[in-house]
């Protein structure tokens, strides 16, 4: 089973809107990172929060963290055609080296 | 091209025929991962080798998939008998040790008729 899951499965915007994906996430956690992945490609990281964190920016991404509530967003800011892909959150568990990713959302960017 | 590298990127191939797929990570990455991934579904993890050495192998891996890391450099995948339920993305990621960031490859897409 996944460790954790993304909220909405899929997203449909306009350029230029703001787009914020949720994961949700069961155990207690080392760090949760969010990966991108274009259709049929491999994933490219984006971003790594640790469970010290609630916060962290790189570029138009901004990804927040609540350790309490065991969720994790993933807001990209003035999106564009080019961020049409699916982004999923991979939970790493203490003691452990290996990710637990969700389902993914597939966000789709209309220009 | 520095990235990390699988071969072939597409696969078909008949029910109970056997398969072999190739990673070639990040050549300063000690630990390589495998992961099969569906539609719809994010990456599981299948094994994870530290230099050679095969450390973690998830309940995924049926007696029908090995994998190996001779010379702990590229890596192999192999599946006997592939079954229907095989037909799946076969990615491979590669990292330092102690580095939580894995680096993927374009991935396998695997068919099987």
């Known amino acids: 089973s996944q460790q954790g899951e993304e909220d909405p499965q899929a997203l449909s915007i306009q350029e230029g809107e703001n787009a914020t994906m949720n994961c949700s996430y069961k155990?207690?956690?080392?760090?949760l990172q969010w990966y991108r992945q274009n259709s049929g490609r491999g994933l490219v990281h984006l971003i790594l929060?640790?469970?010290?964190?609630r916060e962290k920016h790189s570029g138009r991404l901004r990804v927040t963290l609540d350790t309490s509530k065991k969720s994790s967003s993933l807001l990209i800011t003035a999106s564009r055609a080019a961020d049409t892909a699916s982004y999923f959150c991979a939970s790493l568990i203490r003691g452990s080296y290996i990710p637990t990713f969700g389902r993914g959302t597939s966000l789709i960017v209309h220009p | 091209d520095t990235g990390v590298s699988q071969d072939p990127r597409h696969k078909i191939t008949k029910r109970g025929q056997n398969v072999t797929f190739r990673c070639d990570p990040i050549?300063?990455?000690?630990?390589l991962y495998w992961y099969r991934q569906t539609l719809g579904q994010g990456p599981e993890f299948l094994t994870y080798f530290q230099n050679e050495a095969q450390l973690e192998k998830s309940r995924l891996l049926s007696d029908r998939f090995s994998a190996e890391r001779p010379k702990g450099s590229f890596s192999t995948l192999e599946i006997q008998r592939t079954e229907q339920g095989d037909s799946a993305m076969y990615l491979c990621?590669?990292?330092?040790?102690?580095?939580?960031?894995?680096?993927f490859g374009p991935g396998t897409r695997l068919l099987v008729l």
């Open positions: 929060i640790r469970s010290n964190e």
């Open positions: 990621a590669s990292s330092f040790t102690g580095e939580e960031t894995q680096y």
């Open positions: 050549s300063e990455h000690n630990r």
């Open positions: 155990t207690s956690i080392n760090n």
